[in-house]
């Protein structure tokens, strides 16, 4: 089969290399990729939203998958665009629907889809321009601290946790009235603070039935400690030590299924990868946000422990036959360490060179912000190398990542030494 990867990230290095594992596989194609993609198949200059130009690709490569890997191109509509064309609609492609791509679209949508469905969640607001002053006063009267998520994508930074009402009040009218976070704040959702420790569990659907991927913890802050701003991810392990088989039946019965099922109640088209945010509170499992495809750096520890071939998954989802197969999980640990640029997540330097990595040994290397320059590997992003590895255990894993980390080399190079610290 011949298959279309979007996206340029981390994720999608990591997907790529599951995908060429597949002897399902043909033909690979990733759009617009980075240097560690061309690894697996063959990089495409294509925007991920011109969906003119995807189709063109799709139609002259005789594409049998397209894999959406990001959230813009799912949210915009890409699933519709195909199916409702003769020419695209036999392409399977592994995404919800425009419609029920607002799970992870709008904040606002995902809480009330949460409250009709019974699934558990932190008590919330929602607020605009029109309902401001009435948003003031609610933040001045919420126990502290509190939670501010602007409705819309905005790239894993759209969240602001405020200690004060003061902080609160100022990010508030910041996303509202100055844009800070263009038109995704234009709405904003407060909500009630839980306190607990995060994790990430991923199920693919086909609508009816699911398998469940490899559940993760990933490390948002910047700082070790779990200080300072948020990232898109500092780095990841699998499996979650306190998610247990008790603590996962928890969230396949108050959570998973009754998702996939309110999807179904409200003839919401959804097939492919759902990703749960969920937090461990005294435990019991509470959801955060979905995302409607695959997590980043959360992907690049999943797909190594996922011993399922992936293509072989896509195509009975395709099918609606995923109750025809079990997920199967590594008994090993992974665990990466994100290495990034300096100034990440603030503005950073792009186009310094990247060396050392005939140094690396027992390590997966999946290219997130790097690109190829006169035959170079140099940064293109903030987030610039994840090194994954394996482990027979979480800390056997995660001493051989930094111990790769270390090898690689370029100017400004940054990672948390902490990764795993609460285990």
């Known amino acids: 089969m011949n298959i279309l990867l979007l996206g340029s990230g981390g994720r999608e290095c990591a997907i790529a290399w599951k995908l060429r594992q597949s002897p399902l596989c043909a033909d690979l194609y990733i759009a617009p990729g980075n240097a560690g993609t061309a690894q697996y198949g063959t990089n495409l200059p294509l925007s991920l939203t011109d969906f003119e130009a995807i189709k063109k690709v799709c139609i002259e490569k005789n594409i049998h998958i397209l894999f959406p890997g990001g959230e813009d191109t799912l949210v915009a509509g890409i699933y519709d665009f195909f199916k409702s064309d003769d020419a695209l609609k036999h392409i399977i ?44 006063a609610y933040i001045k009267q919420h126990p502290l601290p509190v939670v501010l998520k602007a409705d819309g994508l905005a790239a894993g930074k759209g969240v602001i946790i405020a200690q004060t009402a003061e902080e609160a009040v100022e990010a508030f009218s910041a996303m509202i009235r100055d844009a800070a976070f263009g038109d995704a704040g234009k709405k904003v959702v407060i909500e009630q603070f839980l306190t607990g420790i995060e994790l990430s569990v991923f199920v693919l659907t086909d609508g009816t039935n699911y398998v469940r991927l490899p ?121 990466t360490v994100m290495l990034v640029s300096e100034g990440y997540p603030g503005p ?74 609460e285990f």
Not at 98 to 123: C, N, V, W, Y
Not at 255 to 278: A, C, M, N, R, S
Not at 372 to 385: A, F, P, Y
């Open 93 to 136: 492609i592994p995404g919800p629907s425009k419609a029920a791509a607002q799970l992870e679209g709008s904040k606002a949508f995902a809480k009330q889809f949460m409250q009709r469905h019974d699934i558990p969640t932190a008590s919330y607001r929602e607020f605009d321009a029109a309902s401001f002053e009435e948003g003031i």
């Open 215 to 335: 559940e993760a913890k990933d490390y948002k802050r910047i700082g070790e400690g779990d200080t300072g701003l948020n990232t898109g991810g500092m780095g990841a392990i699998s499996p979650v030590p306190f998610a247990d088989a008790g603590f996962m039946q928890k969230v396949t019965d108050r959570i998973i299924e009754p998702t996939i099922k309110g999807l179904q109640d409200e003839g919401l088209v959804y097939h492919g990868f759902i990703f749960f945010g969920l937090i461990n509170v005294g435990g019991d499992p509470y959801v955060i946000e979905y995302n409607c495809r695959m997590g980043d750096p959360e992907t690049e520890v999943v797909m190594p422990r996922l011993d399922n071939d992936l293509v072989s998954l896509i195509v009975k989802m395709g099918q609606g036959k995923l109750d025809e197969v079990a997920a199967q999980h590594s008994h090993q640990s992974a665990c």
């Open 348 to 421: 950073y330097p792009k186009g310094k060179l990247v060396q050392g990595f005939e140094k690396v040994s027992g390590s997966m290397l999946f290219h997130a912000g790097t690109a190829l320059k006169e035959n170079e590997i140099v940064t293109s992003g903030g987030r610039v190398l994840a090194v994954t590895s394996y482990g027979e255990t979480l800390k056997d894993a995660l001493e051989l990542s930094y111990e790769n980390a270390s090898s690689i080399e370029y100017e400004g190079k940054y990672y948390r030494r902490d990764i795993g610290f």
